[in-house]
């Protein structure tokens, strides 16, 4: 009797631990100074500040400009290069010294903006990567503490029905016998449950910068992405179907593919406002948007390349 009620109290005291360890740490908080420093921003947002794009209306902007293709004007348009591009195309035939010159001259302008474009394309591109790698650390950071939780309660499972069952052989009566397998088998069962919410530990990030903010409202002015990066993201001439434009396109992805629908109010909150508590499943998400928009927006250089190669055959 005195084996039995041994038996019986460590598996007890074993699985009572376990349960409660697990009970204390529900829902805690990883804290970090790391978390909260927005060490991804870049230190001077001048580059936002530029002029304005020149037209917003797609198909006058097309009829002002026959003699030019469609792509080259909205690119030359969204890299104010539109009155340059237009002088150069009327000096096209003149093959005198001063207008050679000057081709030169408004060729080089042309390139000077095309070059500004493209620092503001690595800048964005940059933050997001940043952003990206930042929620992908925390998410594997969680990911590490939750898996070797349940490796010990795995293992705590597997110790306490290995008890139970040595027990039940070697206890010969049927009343304490049944009394040690269904406590066993309880306390089995509760440590293998604990193993089912692999997201139990958490981290707090807020976002005083929310790169996705602006891409998921669609909003008209922005104070995280130039002008440039703004309309090349809304035009839609500048998708490969020319009919839906790349932000559109980004949002469709992410409800389908990260998202899985609609989200919740409380989700919409944390991806896109001021951030909250997330788990690890979270984290994970937010860095697949992140990476998704930067990829997108890094694929604008191909659009400035077919641009001064337009700008090449103008000799």
């Known amino acids: 009797m005195t084996f039995i009620k041994t038996v019986h109290f460590r598996l007890l005291t074993i699985g009572g631990c376990l349960l409660l360890c697990n009970a204390c740490q529900t829902g805690r908080l990883i804290s970090s100074s790391a978390v909260y420093s927005n060490y991804c921003a870049p230190a001077n947002t001048t580059i936002i500040t530029g002029a304005p794009i020149l037209l917003e209306n797609t198909d006058s902007l097309i009829?002002?400009?026959?003699?030019?293709?469609?792509?080259?004007?909205?690119?030359?348009?969204?890299?104010?290069?539109?009155?340059?591009?237009?002088?150069?195309?009327?000096?096209?035939?003149?093959?005198?010294?001063?207008?050679?010159?000057?081709?030169?001259e408004l060729k080089q302008t042309i390139q000077q903006r095309c070059l500004l474009a493209t620092t503001e394309i690595g800048s964005v591109a940059g933050e997001l990567d940043c952003e990206g790698e930042k929620a992908d650390q925390l998410a594997r950071y969680l990911d590490n503490i939750n898996s070797k939780r349940n490796t010990h309660f795995?293992?705590?499972?597997?110790i306490v029905g290995a008890i139970t069952t040595v027990a039940s052989v070697v206890i010969t009566k049927d009343a304490p016998k049944n009394a040690v397998a269904i406590g066993g088998g309880l306390l089995s069962a509760g440590l293998g449950a604990m193993t089912i919410n692999a997201n139990r530990k958490k981290v707090k990030l807020l976002h005083t910068r929310n790169l996705l903010q602006d891409i998921w409202y669609d909003t008209t002015a922005s104070s995280i992405y130039s002008p440039f990066i703004r309309y090349m993201l809304h035009e839609p001439h500048f998708s490969n179907s020319g009919k839906v434009s790349l932000s559109a396109s980004i949002r469709e992805r992410w409800l389908q593919f990260d998202l899985r629908g609609t989200p919740s109010p409380g989700e919409t909150r944390l991806y896109f406002g001021d951030g909250g508590v997330y788990t690890a499943d979270d984290l994970h998400t937010r860095a697949a948007m992140l990476n998704e928009l930067q990829s997108t927006i890094r694929s604008i250089h191909q659009d400035l390349q077919q641009l001064l190669q337009y700008l090449q055959t103008m000799e």
């Open 63 to 104: 009829s002002a400009y026959p003699g030019i293709p469609v792509h080259e004007v909205l690119m030359a348009n969204a890299t104010r290069t539109l009155a340059p591009l237009q002088q150069l195309q009327l000096l096209r035939t003149d093959t005198s010294l001063a207008g050679r010159v000057k081709k030169m």
């Open 154 to 158: 795995t293992v705590a499972s597997i």
